[in-house]
């Protein structure tokens, strides 16, 4: 999947000369976290977002520091938190020349861009003007229309646990024959040993992932590589 498949094409965007209440408003109306910022020419140049109304003198939550620090930070930091405070514009306030992507971008490089650059919404721009912008909630989405539905077929037990030993057989954390699964009735039980306890749950979740399981129960022992010792299941009920 590409941007262009999740992003929310109906933009509502701001100007750097619109005030900040204007935008608040906006926010508020639209219900969203974030505005696009474009000039005269819908060019993008900056973006805001509810991250920069936290630290605002109206509010009382405007930065303050011990003088010892303030000396620290030096002046040009202290003059960025006023104006940041106090400034009325949203070209005070606002983050300039935001990460864009294109309508093309795969979704594996769109999360990889966000986590990166430590951000919650990328503006997709088309020569140079914004014609969407894809947003965590935009993944969720895409997530929760991908996940298939329950099934009302039964496959057999045998059948059951072979998707499953399939499944766990090709991950590269696949403790490989120190597991076994045993399915009744759709429930899949989980025998052997491991020992990385953090594989218990990658375990219960390929079990889980397979059409037809109805529960999964956990009786892995976890053996600590060093002293040997091991560990039943921590969960020995069905989840």
Not at 127 to 154: C, F, M, W, Y
Not at 160 to 178: C, D, V, Y
Not at 229 to 235: L, N, S, V
Request: some cysteine; charged content about 30%.
């Amino acid at each position: 999947m590409k941007a262009a498949d999740v992003m929310t094409s109906k933009v509502i965007s701001t100007g750097p000369k619109a005030s900040i209440r204007d935008a608040a408003k906006l926010m508020l109306q639209y219900r969203i976290s974030g505005l696009p910022v474009l000039d005269d020419h819908k060019r993008i140049v900056g973006i805001v977002t509810e991250g920069d109304f936290l630290r605002r003198a109206e509010t009382g939550t405007a930065r303050r520091h011990p003088r010892w620090l303030e000396f620290m930070l030096g002046p040009g930091k202290l003059a960025d938190e006023y104006v940041h405070a106090f400034g009325r514009k949203i070209e005070e306030i606002m983050t300039p020349d935001p990460i864009c992507i294109s309508q093309d971008m795969p979704l594996e490089e769109v999360v990889r861009t966000m986590e990166k650059h430590r951000v919650k919404r990328l503006p997709v721009v088309t020569h140079g003007r914004v014609v969407g912008i894809v947003s965590r909630a935009n993944l969720v989405q895409a997530l929760a229309s991908l996940l298939p539905e329950t099934k009302d077929s039964h496959p057999k037990d045998a059948e059951i646990r072979n998707r499953i030993m399939a499944e766990i057989a090709k991950r590269p954390w696949s403790p490989g024959n120190l597991v076994n699964v045993v399915v009744r009735g759709g429930v899949a039980e989980l025998w052997g040993t491991i020992l990385d306890d953090r594989e218990r749950q990658a375990l219960k979740v390929a079990a889980e992932n397979v059409d037809g399981v109805k529960a999964v129960k956990d009786h892995i022992l976890f053996v600590e590589p060093l002293s040997g010792m091991f560990f039943e299941g921590r969960d020995r009920g069905i989840i």
